[in-house]
């Protein structure tokens, strides 16, 4: 026996029974990552359900404004601050949200030479010195 899932079968014709449309639902939106430094990639977590499958679109934001451009499923960070995405979920039958994530703090990059000190940097007191 094979089975065919839903449907009818008449005079040995089998005819699918279509699987209902319904409007997105269920939507959540979420960042991937829980820290976040300047020049990062964020990646924006989507659960929706739908048929047919719903078209996703996307929004970041920086401390409650909108970031201009920034309206794919990832976003490249450009600044500190509290990123967010906000997620709208389309299809045929509906629209759900829009939803926004709980925000990730984006921490300021440092710079290689700030950090390290550079070439011929020296640390240490009087007690002590080191030269890179």
């Known amino acids: 026996m094979i089975g065919l899932g839903a449907g009818v079968c008449s005079g040995g014709?089998?005819?699918?029974?279509?699987?209902?449309?319904?409007?997105?639902?269920g939507l959540?939106?979420?960042i991937a990552e829980a820290s976040l430094a300047v020049g990062d990639?964020?990646?924006a977590i989507v659960s929706v359900s739908g048929n047919p499958?719903?078209?996703l679109a996307?929004?970041?934001?920086?401390?409650?404004v909108d970031i201009g451009g920034a309206t794919g499923a990832a976003y490249v960070t450009t600044a500190a601050g509290a990123l967010r995405v906000r997620v709208?979920?389309?299809?045929?039958?509906?629209?759900?949200?829009?939803?926004?994530s709980a925000p990730v703090t984006v921490e300021a990059a440092l710079?290689?030479?700030?950090?390290?000190?550079?070439?011929?940097?020296?640390?240490g007191g009087a007690a002590a010195q080191w030269t890179i």
Do not use: K, R
């Not at 014709?13 to 639902?25: G, K, M």
């Open 28 to 30: 959540t939106g979420a």
């Open 13 to 25: 014709i089998y005819t699918a029974t279509p699987a209902a449309l319904a409007a997105p639902s």
């Open 53 to 55: 499958a719903p078209t």
């Open 111 to 123: 710079a290689g030479a700030a950090l390290w000190g550079g070439s011929g940097a020296t640390w």
């Open 88 to 100: 709208t979920a389309t299809n045929s039958e509906g629209v759900a949200g829009p939803v926004t």
């Open 41 to 43: 990639t964020a990646t």
């Open 58 to 64: 996307y929004q970041w934001t920086l401390d409650n």
